[in-house]
């Protein structure tokens, strides 16, 4: 049983690295598809709808940025492994928020960056406006980062 | 920092000068033009066939300097993008205008020789696939046409699959009389699993029965009428081959020796560029028999200036008015605003009554993308590089121009934030010193180590966004009172203030302040007595005016409540919005040194620099580019949804004059 803590914590880690890192791939896998067929149509958009194709991209890098912290936290790169049942627990649920958001709003990210390819396709000049609507949707990537890395940040400093 | 002054103008000239008026106009490209009512003997010209034809020729001689591109590529320096159009006077243009249709002829010449190269090249491919076609046959001493003697028919042909004569023969048998079948004689010329290529000889009688009994068994005879055989007809198909090589040998040599035509090549394009928008224009005249109007609209600076130039060189008369509600909007600022007209425009240009907020947004802006990009390293190498730019390339376009100020001046931000925050490339010389040399040295914060203290830096964050928030509301209020409505802005821009601020001076008293920001204000209790009523007074205001539209008392006060309920909600959302700025600057700084990190697992020895290197670079850039994109696309959206949202409608047009819109060449006396 001494050794649940450091399961569970290895296994937040894992999953803020690959669910946000999943999504993130499909997202910019979604979007690239309607990248190249607008760049298909007009070569001259290429640096527009690529910065577009990247939006959903950020989740991944997020979910590694967590799950790296979890680790350090964990002591995996130091090698020691001594963590309690709680702290285990609690360092998994501080990579819950990150890992769920990260993934869904990379591939909601990516539906809204493929309209907003077709936006800049038709209007190139309605750049601005088409990166914004993506950006929304990663708000609340950003929020969850935010709270996991707070939170994170906490726990490590707990004596639990 | 403003909005210019714009005029409506409302020309009137003699047919006469109409081309050199024109020209005129595009070359010092002050003023936009607009569709000029007709009518009381003034009409339109149709100039569109004109136009297209125009736009036509530019195509042509686009495709033209490509295609002379590739036959003599010419290497340009990386950034010769930045190099801007090359100044010339009016004269080259003249000049090019007379040399127009004999360059013309050239550059049609260059798309033919092109046309015949591409014909030859695919003429090669249908003429090997021809030559392997003719691979089954060589062992053929007739043309595959021949008919045979007169006694005797011959059939030259093929079956599908491999075949012997016998089975051929014993196959026609079936089909024909035993005494016919005796006389049929075949001879294989190749036989391979897919097919086989026979001879078959019958007596003439029997042409017919045999050829029935060919076409019952699936014989299908080759395609060749030209009455050679398939050795000569493959010395013939080498023989055109040869030719056509040679043909695009040729044209290739022609192409190079073209060469020397592409600066003119250059001019012509740009000069058709400028005759086609010349058309644009000259469909928005109205015109008489001996005189045209034109109508448009020219900045106040300039209007003066125009009028007192087109009166004295022509016969014409410019009046200038105030302008109606259709004008365009052109705006002015120093160019650390400025830079950023690019991001307001992405928005919208200010719309009618309102006010430029390039200067209010810039200062945020930098400030903010610093915060997200929160770099020492990552700042310098931006600032440099974009300062590099605009130092070296002078005659750069106004729009790059503008975009690398406002990333010099974002870069500086990030320097700054780097600084106060000791990020330098993240963690990369505490690394360094530790794994190399053994001995960890870093420099330290101005401030403090975000990563050490988060929660400071999140109510620092939010802080920026309460300030940014209140310049959004102040700035309503400005607006309003310009437009005269004083008490509108109370209640709309002084009222979410009011409510507000109290609250947030007695949250600093607050014990959950503490737990977050780690200090609290000791607040007297008379104090929060005070806040407490101004902002309880701001709430019943806010409940009585915020649906003051309405006509029903009932239907006011529940759109009192819910304007009340949107402000509290509104200040919530809005400066937690905030919080990206930190999560945006943590992982500007994290993912930086976790890339150190990885670098320097090889250790202290000869591979662990050398991974260090490698990793070092590759992580960099892609944190910087990831996080440069982040920055720029946050510090936007904070712009436009929660700053603008408070105070900027946008709508209005940006201000494009008739000019010269060329690709290489602008005019020398385009400084009017």
Same mark, same amino acid.
């Given at each position: 049983m001494d050794k649940f803590g450091f399961v569970f914590a290895v296994l937040g880690m894992a999953l803020a690295a690959f669910l946000p890192g999943w999504g993130s791939a499909r997202g910019v896998g979604i979007a690239g598809e309607a990248a190249a067929a607008a760049v298909s149509e007009e070569p001259s958009l290429f640096s527009k709808v690529l910065l577009l194709q990247l939006l959903p991209g950020t989740q991944g890098i997020y979910g590694l940025l967590i799950g790296f912290l979890s680790m350090s936290s964990i002591g995996i790169l130091s090698g020691s492994a001594e963590i309690s049942l709680?702290?285990?627990?609690?360092?998994?649920?501080?990579? &819950?928020?990150? #890992?769920? $958001?990260?993934?869904? =709003?990379? &591939?909601?990210? #990516?539906? $809204?960056?493929?309209? =907003?390819?077709?936006?800049? #396709?038709k209007r190139p000049d309605q750049f601005g406006k088409a990166m914004l609507f993506p950006a929304m949707v990663e708000t609340y990537a950003i929020l969850a980062l935010l709270v996991s890395l707070l939170a994170l940040n906490g726990v490590n400093a707990l004596n639990i | 920092m403003a909005i210019l002054g714009m005029k409506s103008f409302k020309l009137c000239a003699m047919q006469k000068d109409r081309k050199a008026i024109l020209e005129r106009l595009q070359v010092i490209g002050a003023v936009e033009t607009k569709l000029t009512e007709a009518g009381d003997g003034f009409e339109r010209l149709d100039s569109k066939s004109e136009y297209t034809a125009f736009?036509?020729?530019?195509?042509?001689?686009?495709?033209?300097?490509?295609?002379?591109?590739?036959?003599?590529?010419?290497?340009?320096p990386m950034l010769a993008f930045l190099e801007g159009r090359r100044e010339v006077p009016f004269s080259v243009v003249e000049e090019a205008a007379e040399k127009a249709p004999g360059l013309l002829d050239q550059a049609n010449g260059v798309l033919k020789l092109k046309a015949e190269i591409d014909g030859a090249k695919n003429e090669i491919l249908l003429n090997e696939a021809q030559e392997s076609l003719l691979m089954g046959w060589l062992d053929l001493p007739e043309p595959e046409g021949y008919p045979g003697t007169k006694r005797a028919a011959a059939f030259i042909g093929s079956l599908s699959g491999e075949h012997t004569a016998d089975q051929i023969v014993s196959q026609l048998e079936s089909h024909l009389d035993p005494e016919q079948a005796q006389s049929v004689y075949a001879q294989i010329v190749l036989a391979r699993p897919e097919h086989t290529n026979f001879f078959l000889i019958s007596l003439r009688r029997d042409a017919e029965a045999v050829e029935e009994a060919l076409r019952q068994i699936g014989f299908s005879r080759p395609q060749a009428t030209d009455g050679l055989t398939p050795v000569n007809r493959r010395e013939s198909l080498r023989a055109q081959r040869k030719a056509m090589l040679q043909t695009i040998e040729e044209n290739e040599k022609k192409l190079i020796a073209l060469d020397s035509l592409r600066d003119d090549f250059e001019r012509l394009q740009d000069y058709y560029s400028m005759r086609a928008e010349k058309y644009q224009v000259?469909?928005?005249l109205a015109l008489s028999r001996h005189a045209f109007v034109l109508e448009g609209y020219v900045l106040e600076k300039d209007a003066q200036r125009l009028k007192d130039d087109l009166e004295s060189n022509y016969t014409a008369s410019l009046s200038i008015e105030d302008p109606d509600g259709e004008a365009p909007v052109a705006l002015s600022n120093p160019s650390f605003s400025g830079a950023l007209e690019g991001?307001?425009?992405?928005?919208?240009m200010p719309g009618k009554g309102e006010f430029d907020p390039a200067v209010a947004m810039s200062v945020f802006y930098y400030f903010m993308f610093g915060l997200m990009f929160s770099d020492a390293g990552y700042g310098?190498?931006?600032?440099?590089a974009c300062g590099f730019c605009l130092k070296k390339f002078k005659n750069m376009e106004e729009s790059w121009r503008k975009s690398l100020t406002m990333f010099f001046w974002c870069g500086v931000s990030t320097v700054f934030w780097g600084v106060m925050f000791s990020s330098y490339f993240g963690d990369a010389i505490n690394v360094i010193t530790y794994t190399f040399f053994g001995k960890e040295m870093g420099i330290p914060p101005l401030w403090f180590l975000p990563?050490?203290?988060?929660?400071?830096?999140?109510?620092?964050?939010?802080?920026?966004?309460?300030?940014?928030?209140?310049?959004?509301?102040?700035?309503n209020g400005v607006k309003k009172i310009r437009q005269g409505a004083v008490i509108d802005a109370v209640w709309d821009a002084l009222l979410p203030i009011t409510v507000i601020y109290p609250l947030i001076v007695i949250l600093t008293g607050s014990d959950m302040f503490l737990g977050l920001a780690g200090f609290k204000n000791d607040i007297p209790p008379l104090v929060t007595q005070v806040c407490l009523a101004v902002s309880g007074a701001s709430m019943v205001f806010v409940v009585l005016t915020a649906g003051?539209?309405?006509?029903?008392?009932?239907?006011?006060?529940?759109?009192?409540?819910?304007?009340?309920?949107?402000?509290?909600?509104?200040?919530l959302s809005d400066v937690l919005s905030y919080s990206r700025l930190l999560a945006l600057g943590l992982a500007t700084g994290v993912i930086a040194s976790i890339?150190?990190?990885?670098?320097?697992?090889?250790?202290?020895?000869v591979f662990g620099v050398l991974l260090f290197i490698v990793v070092f670079a590759a992580g960099q850039a892609l944190n910087f580019g990831i996080n440069v994109l982040g920055a720029y696309v946050h510090s936007n959206r904070l712009e436009y949804v929660e700053f603008f949202g408070k105070f900027y409608e946008g709508g209005g047009r940006r201000f494009k004059p008739f000019g010269v819109h060329t690709k290489y060449i602008k005019i020398e006396e385009g400084k009017f």
């Open positions: 709680a702290k285990g627990l609690a360092l998994f649920g501080t990579c &819950v928020p990150i #890992a769920v $958001v990260g993934y869904f =709003s990379a &591939v909601s990210q #990516a539906k $809204v960056s493929v309209s =907003s390819i077709n936006l800049v #396709a | 736009l036509a020729n530019v195509d042509k001689v686009s495709r033209a300097l490509e295609i002379l591109q590739q036959a003599s590529p010419r290497k340009k000259l469909e928005q991001v307001l425009e992405s928005y919208s310098l190498i931006m600032a440099i990563m050490e203290n988060p929660m400071k830096l999140l109510i620092f964050c939010l802080g920026i966004g309460l300030a940014h928030l209140t310049l959004g509301y102040v700035l003051r539209e309405s006509k029903s008392w009932f239907k006011r006060l529940l759109k009192g409540v819910y304007g009340l309920y949107n402000i509290l909600a509104g200040w890339m150190n990190q990885l670098g320097a697992m090889g250790g202290k020895s």
